[in-house]
């Protein structure tokens, strides 16, 4: 991983504390001091997600399932950068229902001539692990279509259907290794 992500993604890490203490909102500091550094969506490289949110049997039992869908997932050729998860998994409930997150990926270049077989192997998949409620969104995209799809499932994971208000911050989840993409250039505008 590059210097300048690392410091990045270490910087971002620093404020989960004081965003779990306050129930992970959406911004932690007061409006003109936020940055993409301590606001959502926080950044949990995936063994820290684990420890955090793995604090009953349920959750450790959906996490454990989430893996084991990633995993298969990355068996069957769809490589995960990162994920986007919110809803009643980041709440301060005990029985979460499920994990609903948004799946970044990218095919495995070996199996990206024929994107088919795979794209269509998601749902039995999916129907293997019931503890997870995963949505799909290609990096290799328009970036305008990347950007539309994290931003609606960020805030969709935000709202609050009880308030009617966007009062939870969404949560970002790195696999143990970072994809080249992440490691790429240009990094350096984001710690601005």
Same mark, same amino acid.
């Given at each position: 991983?590059?210097?300048?992500?690392? $410091?990045?993604?270490e910087?971002?890490?620093?404020?989960?504390? #004081? #965003? #779990?203490a306050?129930?992970y909102?959406p911004f932690?500091?007061p409006?003109?001091?936020?940055t993409?550094l301590?606001?959502?969506?926080y950044?949990f490289?995936?063994?820290?997600?684990?420890?955090?949110?793995?604090t009953?049997?349920?959750r450790?039992?959906?996490?454990?399932? #989430?893996?084991?869908?990633?995993?298969?997932?990355?068996? $069957?050729?769809?490589?995960w $950068?990162?994920l986007?998860?919110?809803?009643s998994?980041i709440?301060?409930?005990?029985?979460?229902?499920?994990?609903?997150?948004l799946?970044?990926y990218a095919?495995?270049p070996?199996?990206?001539?024929?994107?088919?077989?795979?794209?269509?192997?998601?749902?039995?998949?999916?129907?293997?692990?019931p503890h997870?409620?995963?949505?799909?969104?290609?990096?290799?995209?328009s970036?305008?279509?990347?950007?539309?799809?994290?931003l609606f499932?960020a805030?969709?994971?935000?709202?609050?259907?009880?308030t $009617?208000?966007m009062?939870?911050?969404?949560i970002?989840?790195?696999?143990e290794?970072?994809p080249?993409?992440l490691?790429?250039?240009?990094?350096?505008?984001?710690?601005?």
């Open positions: 991983m590059s210097d300048i992500l690392n $410091h990045f993604i910087t971002c890490r620093v404020h989960n504390p #004081a #965003a #779990a306050g129930g909102p932690t500091a409006f003109r001091r936020e993409p301590n606001s959502a969506p950044i490289p995936f063994a820290d997600f684990r420890t955090t949110f793995g009953n049997a349920r450790r039992r959906i996490i454990a399932d #989430a893996e084991a869908a990633l995993d298969a997932l990355r068996r $069957h050729g769809l490589m $950068h990162l986007i998860v919110g809803g998994f709440r301060d409930e005990d029985r979460p229902s499920d994990l609903d997150a799946v970044v095919l495995d070996a199996m990206a001539a024929d994107a088919a077989p795979v794209i269509a192997g998601i749902p039995p998949i999916l129907r293997r692990h997870v409620d995963f949505k799909f969104c290609p990096i290799d995209i970036p305008l279509i990347l950007v539309k799809r994290l499932f805030n969709l994971f935000s709202y609050d259907k009880d $009617h208000a009062s939870r911050g969404s970002v989840v790195l696999p290794t970072l080249e993409t490691n790429a250039s240009g990094i350096e505008d984001a710690c601005a």
